[in-house]
């Protein structure tokens, strides 16, 4: 399920490596819609991890993203998994992810999902 939002970049967090095969990065955009502000925390897995590196904070962005959930021990959980970000007002439209010439990478399949049992 491949969804957009646009906001400003308020936090990035460091690279984690959760095991041997898996990474993963965080970090929080704030959107503003019907009068209230919220902070979205997405995630960036494996080989995307630094795709928010080109970006500051405080800077506006479009993030395309995939919600993943799954159920584990009784517990239901949703991950906000990023794929794409792109600077608002960008020429190329592309954002820096995508070298030029080239089209942006398509959003991930189900089975470039690594996390298995994990609960996060």
Do not use: C, H
């Amino acid at each position: 399920m491949a969804l957009e939002l646009t906001g400003k970049l308020v936090e990035k967090f460091e690279e984690q490596q959760i095991s041997e095969k898996f990474k993963k990065r965080e970090f929080v955009v704030e959107t503003s819609e019907n009068n209230f502000t919220e902070q979205i925390k997405f995630e960036l897995v494996q080989d995307r991890t630094d795709i928010i590196d080109p970006y500051k904070i405080g800077e506006d962005i479009k993030v395309s993203f995939n919600l993943k959930g799954r159920k584990w021990n009784d517990k239901y959980f949703v991950n906000v998994q990023a794929w794409r970000i792109d600077r608002i007002g960008a020429d190329n439209g592309q954002g820096n992810n995508a070298p030029e010439g080239f089209p942006p990478p398509p959003p991930p399949s189900e089975e470039d999902d690594f996390m298995g049992d994990a609960p996060f």
